[in-house]
């Protein structure tokens, strides 16, 4: 019986890439099983409550991937969501995430994070979820992810927005129209309106 439940711990794992103990508890599987798992080195502890299958080949999503498992109400943001449509030459030496006004900011051992407060529909609208490592992530679609460069492009530098806007366009990876739309959620729709038309020709 315990080697079962130990191997049904091992597939659920497998299958979800970054486990956490309440992903047992929904299939009715008491915590010591996962004890005992992590004793015979069939998953190991990456973070406090999250645990993975030793040595899984994990993509260059991981970290947003077990930022996202931690704080599955937050959505990758600015640079970090750069990376991931390509459309920045800049390395995120951390993840960049959105999380709303009054969220706590999560605490992860192994990830370093750095939280941004959005509001209102700058917050929940232009959120993809996309799966890395078996862990759905929460995203900014491109054009969001420009216009929220704008936004906060005296932190980020005014270089890396317009190499996004560029990029974004050069690579087509949306309509013009849909810039302008998050432009305006943003805010930022008079201050990206210069670039965009020079951009254009």
Same mark, same amino acid.
């Given at each position: 019986?315990?080697?079962?439940?130990?191997q049904q711990?091992v597939?659920?794992?497998?299958?979800?890439?970054l486990l956490?103990?309440?992903?047992?508890?929904? @299939? *009715?599987?008491?915590?010591q099983?996962?004890?005992m798992?992590h004793d015979?080195?069939?998953?190991q502890? @990456?973070?406090?409550?999250?645990?993975r299958i030793?040595?899984?080949?994990?993509?260059?999503?991981?970290?947003?991937?077990?930022v996202?498992?931690r704080?599955?109400?937050?959505v990758?943001?600015?640079i970090?969501?750069?990376?991931? &449509? #390509? %459309?920045t030459?800049?390395?995120?030496h951390f993840?960049y995430?959105?999380i709303e006004?009054?969220? &706590?900011?999560?605490l992860i051992?192994?990830v370093?994070?750095?939280c941004?407060?959005?509001s209102g529909s700058?917050f929940t609208?232009g959120i993809?979820k &996309?799966?890395?490592?078996?862990v #759905?992530?929460? @995203?900014y679609?491109a054009a969001?992810?420009?216009a929220?460069?704008f936004?906060?492009?005296?932190?980020i530098g %005014?270089?890396v927005a317009?190499?996004?806007?560029r990029?974004c366009?050069?690579q087509?990876?949306t309509?013009i129209?849909?810039?302008v739309r998050? *432009?305006?959620?943003?805010?930022?729709?008079? @201050?990206?309106?210069p670039?965009?038309e020079?951009? %254009?020709g």
């Amino acid at each position: 019986m315990a080697k079962s439940r130990v191997q049904q711990i091992v597939e659920i794992a497998r299958k979800k890439g970054l486990l956490r103990p309440r992903d047992l508890a929904e @299939v *009715g599987i008491p915590r010591q099983y996962l004890r005992m798992a992590h004793d015979q080195g069939l998953v190991q502890r @990456v973070a406090r409550g999250l645990y993975r299958i030793p040595d899984a080949m994990m993509s260059e999503n991981a970290s947003l991937a077990e930022v996202c498992k931690r704080a599955p109400s937050g959505v990758i943001c600015l640079i970090s969501a750069l990376s991931f &449509h #390509e %459309l920045t030459t800049q390395i995120p030496h951390f993840v960049y995430l959105a999380i709303e006004e009054k969220a &706590h900011a999560p605490l992860i051992e192994t990830v370093e994070v750095r939280c941004y407060r959005f509001s209102g529909s700058a917050f929940t609208r232009g959120i993809e979820k &996309h799966d890395a490592d078996g862990v #759905e992530i929460r @995203v900014y679609c491109a054009a969001k992810t420009v216009a929220d460069c704008f936004k906060y492009r005296n932190k980020i530098g %005014l270089d890396v927005a317009i190499e996004a806007l560029r990029d974004c366009l050069s690579q087509r990876k949306t309509a013009i129209d849909d810039l302008v739309r998050y *432009g305006r959620i943003c805010r930022v729709e008079k @201050v990206m309106k210069p670039y965009l038309e020079a951009l %254009l020709g």
